[in-house]
C-alpha cells in the first residue's frame, strides 16, 4: 500500500530553519505531483507548496514564498521542504501530499494519498 512518512519536524526558535523530509513508498513516485499542507493549532489545512513530477516547476504559498522551498529525489521517493527564517505564525502540523500529476492544485481534497505528519513549533 502507499505510504508517505514525513520526518524533520522540531521546536525552533524565530528565524530559525528546519528541513522536512517525506519519503514515498508503494507508488510510482516521478508520476505523482507532491504537495506540502499545513495545518496550525484550530485551523483549517491549508496549502504551502507542490512540485511538478520532475522538480523543474514549484508554486508556493505567498504566505511562505521567499522563505520555503520544495524540491524533491525521485531516485530517492522523498519530497523535501526547506524553511528558513521560520515564524510563530509557521506552527502546525505539516503533511505531505501527492496525487497523480495532472494538473497543479492547490486544494487538499484534489489530493489522493497523505502522510500522517510531523509538528513544526516556532517560538518566539
Known amino acids: 500500500q502507499v505510504q508517505l512518512v514525513e520526518s524533520g519536524g522540531g521546536l525552533v526558535q524565530d528565524g530559525g530553519s528546519l528541513r522536512l523530509s517525506c519519503a514515498a513508498s508503494g507508488l510510482t513516485f516521478s508520476d505523482y505531483y507532491m504537495a506540502w499542507f499545513r495545518q496550525p493549532p484550530g485551523k483549517e489545512r491549508e496549502f504551502v507548496a507542490v512540485?511538478?513530477?520532475?522538480?523543474?516547476?514549484?508554486f508556493h504559498s505567498d504566505s511562505v514564498k521567499g522563505r520555503f522551498t520544495i524540491s524533491r529525489d525521485n531516485a530517492k521517493n522523498t519530497v523535501y521542504l526547506q524553511m528558513n527564517s521560520l515564524r510563530p505564525e509557521d506552527t502546525a502540523v505539516y503533511h505531505c501530499?501527492?496525487?497523480?500529476?495532472?494538473?497543479?492544485?492547490?486544494?487538499?481534497?484534489?489530493?489522493?494519498?497523505w502522510g500522517q505528519g510531523t509538528q513544526v513549533t516556532v517560538s518566539s
Open positions: 501530499a501527492g496525487k497523480f500529476a495532472s494538473a497543479f492544485t492547490f486544494k487538499p481534497n484534489d489530493y489522493t494519498y
Open positions: 512540485i511538478s513530477t520532475r522538480g523543474n516547476t514549484a
